[in-house]
């Protein structure tokens, strides 16, 4: 939580700027997010620890809430992917476009998510290099001569071979395909982890339920 907090005091306009919403502000969301599971976390803890009905209770219902938020995301992905990956388009280029403009990424949060990217998907720019003088002129097309990042540097930053790019020194494939084949790659952990997720919530919830059913019986016993 504090780390959000710190996160959206010193980054919050930039989320602002590329999400163009206060509802998409991840800091903001992750805060709430945290607040809330840990709201879940103590319910469910005191709940068993004081032997508190209701707050077993509320714990169950927050897990059958969270299962319930994480199937309806799951169809949200699948049914809306295009919308998703056609808004994720635009927000690129538009990132591409602030590159390197301190007015617009005054903390380099861009240019360092960028680069990182490009760094380790082996990419450049959102479809290929042309993507940084087709969209960041000011930067990239000066005089007509096109470059692009030293990021799409196959050698590395230090190289510097960005001022005269060829095939033979930088990165062709765009970022785009480069993290679509790296999830489709990784399809099978992925799914492993969700199904490991999904299958120690509902051990979690039967737990919670017995022992729920436990502590009735035993205050009826006593009357």
Known sequence: ?????????????????VFN???????IVSIVVGSLLLLVGLCGFLGACC????????YMGFLILIMLVEIVLAVGCVAMKSKVETYAEEKTKEMIGYYGDETKDEADIIEDTIDAIQENFD??????????????????NVSGIR????????EGKDSKCAGTPTSDTIFTAGCKASMINFVESNLLYVGI???????????ILIMASKFRTTIEDESYETF
Do not use: M
Request: glycine share 8%; aromatic share 14%; charged share 15%.
């Open 1 to 17: 939580l504090l780390r959000s907090s710190g996160i959206n005091a010193e980054y919050g306009g930039f989320y602002k700027e």
């Open 21 to 27: 919403h206060d509802i998409f502000n991840i800091p």
């Open 51 to 58: 032997e508190v009905l209701f707050l077993l209770k509320v």
């Open 123 to 140: 990419c450049c720019g959102l479809y290929g290099p042309n993507d940084w003088p087709n969209w960041n002129p000011t930067r990239y």
């Open 147 to 154: 470059t692009v990042p030293d990021s799409c540097c196959k």
């Open 193 to 203: 982890a969700a199904g490991v997720i999904v299958l120690l919530q509902i051990s």
